[in-house]
């Protein structure tokens, strides 16, 4: 209709750093990234991705980026490696999944089903699933609502080690501290635009 849910916003994420993108639910901060990511097409403007359009080049660009998406989920049946191995079968190039089932402290519950894991399990393993494809860049969205402080603190040190190993990470949140903690830089997102752009 004649909601606006992105207005004008524009920013560069430079390689190697973690941007965030902060604001309150409804900001348009998911929206924007959908857009960058190729899942959802602007009305106007231009998006560039590892140098490629994600509209024109969404095959392509999806073999090089890694996603965790806000409303993510899997069949409550589907174990964590049956998990991994099919989504390692939609990529021409991977890391091995057994050292991610490893790396991602999941290798107790590789035999486990989706419903029954934990929520910090489950994110985990969304993450495992994002890094599949050994991405240059990967984008996290909304990664830690609803869990517990512990499983957030212990994700927060996930996401370091990401960057560690030289990927560029975008981090969408709702959450000051979480932003401040991990962002190189910080874009906050109000009603559709950017209303600052800086180091925390």
């Known amino acids: 209709g004649d909601h606006v849910a992105v207005h004008d916003i524009s920013f560069t994420v430079q390689k190697g750093e973690i941007f965030g993108i902060l604001g309150p639910n409804g ?21 560039e991705v590892l140098g490629m359009n994600p509209q024109q080049q969404s095959a392509t660009l999806r073999q090089q980026i890694g996603i965790q998406l806000q409303q993510a989920a899997l069949p409550d049946n589907i174990k964590v490696w049956e998990a991994l191995s099919l989504f390692a079968s939609f990529y021409n190039k991977t890391v091995s999944w057994e050292k991610l089932i490893e790396q991602w402290g999941l ?38 609502t609803g869990l517990d402080p512990q499983a957030r603190r212990h994700t927060w040190e996930l996401i370091k080690t990401i960057q560690a190993q030289g990927k560029t990470v ?16 910080i874009a906050v997102v109000d009603s559709g635009r950017i209303i600052a752009l800086d180091t925390p």
């Open 27 to 47: 900001a348009g901060k998911t929206t924007t990234v959908e857009m960058v990511m190729g899942l959802r097409k602007p009305d106007r403007g231009t998006v």
């Open 107 to 144: 290798s107790d519950k590789r035999n486990a089903r989706f419903g029954k894991l934990s929520g910090g399990q489950k994110q985990r393993l969304f993450i495992a699933l994002a890094l599949l494809n050994d991405p240059e860049l990967v984008f996290l969205d909304e990664i830690t």
């Open 170 to 185: 975008v981090l969408v949140t709702h959450f000051m501290d979480e932003a401040e903690t991990l962002c190189d830089r």
